[in-house]
Structures are given as structure tokens and as C-alpha cells.
């Protein structure tokens, strides 16, 4: 049994994933499973430029310049010009600290409001901070071209918006600039102390001290397999595949068949959002009840997500096998309960397969 404070000790940034352009001045997405829109001036020309929404934009993946660093990443281009433009950022929900990463910076980029503080926390030489307010980008034309690099942008209490506005210097090559921004913050996990494997079908662990428990479908093959109580299992330690990585953890394994079989995930307490680390999954995983969000995290090639409820993982012989990643599970309010089925493809290679399980939570 693994002890509290080693199912509690992961923390990782998460980046928001930004998922559409709603027009040449605004772009919308979701950080933690919450709603997250950046907004511009509007004018002739816009203010929000390309918006990646694939999850392809490389920019952020040096590791001597981000903090993290993103190999793959969500993108928003915003433009500068000599006159100088404002932007908010709107959260659903209150955050503490966010984290700006900053690629092709050859603006001004100043943070108006009272009691708001910029840190650099890495970057190039041409990433420079003055004071605390002021982030200026020099022109260069690279690659990597301007400034680059990663802030943290903090308030003296938890908030919901950040103003900052971007121009061009007077003496810049370039009178406009496409600046690439990402926004994330850094987010403590907790994950379940596997405790017992209670039958063939059933096993019980503990979320933050409370009871949880995962229950799968009687009949004449297990359901539940092997669960790991010791903090041994490793096939979650990969940091470009698991959000947070755990290079130790526990897990249950979860058999799956031709035959679609539902299971249900039952918490003593309600949660709001949650983590499913899944590896090895060579099956169609899917989120049948009204109102389920998932999202993919992070994850290989093989995990791939269809719609918001659909998770397919591709069996392969590996090492690592079949599909591998992380998914947020979230609803439209607190809850107690996830159910979800599980399947073999039918023209999948195996009619059998042995799916890996860890479950967690953000703080």
C-alpha cells in the first residue's frame, strides 16, 4: 500500500486546450476542464491571428527557454502593431498563479492592472522583464526569431481576469509582430492508494483519505485483475506521455472483451474533476452518461480521442503497448459517480486485453 504522502506528491503544468478561433478577436478554450477566452480590440485588422487547436505547435519544446517545456502544444497568435492594443484573459474559474510561454515575442508586452506581478522564469537573452510589469521581446530574425521564453503572472489574491497590451517599439524592424502565446498553471495532483482487490470484480483504495472503489460486471471471466497496492507500477512514469508523470504508482488492471462491459467509479466524497492514467489500453473506452466531458491530457499516437466521450487505444506489440496517455473526466457539476464501457475492436488483433488504471485529481 502506498502511503499518502507518495499518491500525493505529483504536480505538473497544465497548458489550456484551446479549441476554436471564434473570430478574428477572440479564442476560447479550457484549463482544468473550465472555460478560458483571450479577447482583443477589434479594427481593420484583427487581433487574434491563428489559433492551434491541435495540440502541433513546437515552438515551446526548448528546455533552456520553457519552464516546462512543451515539445506539443496548443498555440494563440496574437498581433502587435505600433499602437499599442489591450487583451483580457477571462476565467471560468479562479487561478492563483498562470504561466505565460511566449515564442516570436518582438513587442512590449505590458501588465496594467495594480498588484499584478511578472516573474521570468526562464528564457532567451532576448526575453527581457523591467520592473515587474513590462516583458519586452527584441526583433531578431532567428530561428528562434524575437524573444522567447516563460513568465509567471501572479495577483495578490486568487482572480478571474488578466489585462496586459502589446506594442510594437517605436525603433523595431517591424512595425507588426505575431506574437504565439500559451497559458497554463501549475497544478498538484493526488492519485488513489490502492488498497484492495476485494473480488474478480471489484477494487476498493482511498482518494484523499476517502473511500473509492471500481466495480466491473460479474460472470464467468474476472472483470478487475491484477491491482497493484505497492506503489510499483512504472508504465506511468513517462513525462511526454502522462500529466503528471508517475515513476511510481499505484494501479488496477481491467479486463477487456468483444463483449462491451461497464464499469462504475464510486467516491465517497464528491469530486469535480478527474484523472484516468490509462496504459496499455487496446480497447474502446466510452463515456455513456449525459453530461461527461472528456478530454485528452496527454498520450501517444495509439490513445485518440472521438468526440468528448470516445477514448480508442490501437493494440500494438510494443514496448509501450497498445495505448498510452492521460484523460480528464469532468461533468457539468460535482459528482460521485463515473461509469464507462469497455470493448475490444472487433477487427482488433486480440479479442482479449488487460487495461492498466490509475485515477487521480487535481488539488
Known amino acids: 500500500m502506498a502511503t499518502e504522502q507518495q499518491v500525493m506528491a505529483a504536480e505538473a503544468l497544465i497548458a489550456v486546450d484551446w479549441t476554436s478561433r471564434d473570430s478574428d478577436r477572440m479564442a476560447t478554450g479550457r484549463l482544468g476542464g473550465r472555460k478560458v477566452t483571450i479577447t482583443g480590440p477589434s479594427g481593420p485588422s484583427p487581433s487574434v491571428g491563428q489559433v492551434n487547436t491541435d495540440n502541433e505547435h513546437t515552438d515551446f519544446g526548448t528546455a533552456s527557454v520553457f519552464t516546462p517545456p512543451l515539445p506539443a502544444s496548443d498555440a494563440v497568435e496574437l498581433r502587435s502593431r505600433r499602437e499599442e492594443q489591450e487583451f483580457i484573459v477571462q476565467f471560468e474559474t479562479e487561478v492563483q498563479d498562470i504561466i505565460f510561454d511566449l515564442s516570436s515575442l518582438g513587442s512590449i508586452m505590458t501588465f496594467p492592472e495594480p498588484g499584478t506581478t511578472v516573474t521570468k522564469v526562464s528564457g532567451d537573452e532576448r526575453l527581457t522583464l523591467q ?17 522567447n521564453g516563460t513568465v509567471r503572472v501572479s495577483k495578490s489574491g486568487p482572480f478571474k481576469t488578466v489585462k496586459f497590451r502589446v506594442r510594437t517599439a517605436a525603433d523595431s524592424v517591424s512595425p507588426d509582430d505575431g506574437i504565439h502565446l500559451q497559458i497554463g498553471r501549475t497544478t498538484r495532483f493526488e492519485f488513489v492508494d490502492w488498497t484492495s482487490r476485494d473480488s474478480d470484480r471489484m477494487a476498493t483504495g482511498r482518494l484523499g483519505g476517502r473511500k473509492v472503489t471500481i466495480t466491473g ?31 511510481a504508482s499505484d494501479a488496477v488492471e481491467l479486463r477487456s472483451r468483444r463483449e ?3 464499469f462504475i467509479v464510486q467516491f465517497e466524497t464528491e469530486v469535480q474533476d478527474i484523472i484516468f492514467d490509462l496504459s496499455s489500453l487496446g480497447s474502446i473506452m466510452t463515456f455513456p452518461e449525459p453530461g461527461t466531458t472528456v478530454t485528452k491530457v496527454s498520450g501517444d ?31 457539468s457539476g460535482p459528482f460521485k459517480t463515473v461509469k464507462f464501457r469497455v470493448k475490444t475492436a472487433a477487427d ?16
Open 131 to 147: 520592473g515587474t510589469t513590462v516583458v519586452t521581446g527584441q526583433q531578431f530574425n532567428g530561428p528562434p526569431s524575437d524573444g
Open 301 to 331: 499516437e495509439r490513445l485518440t480521442l472521438q468526440g468528448t466521450t470516445v477514448v480508442t487505444g490501437q493494440q500494438f506489440n510494443g514496448p509501450p503497448s497498445d495505448g498510452n496517455g492521460t484523460l480528464r473526466v469532468s461533468k
Open 348 to 363: 482488433s488483433v486480440s479479442p482479449d486485453d488487460g487495461i492498466h488504471l490509475q485515477i487521480g485529481r487535481p488539488l
Open 260 to 262: 462491451e462491459q461497464e
Open 217 to 247: 460486471p460479474s460472470g464467468q471471466s474476472p472483470s478487475v485483475g491484477q491491482v497493484n497496492t505497492d506503489n510499483e507500477h512504472t508504465d506511468f512514469g513517462t513525462a511526454s506521455v502522462f500529466t503528471p508523470p508517475l515513476p
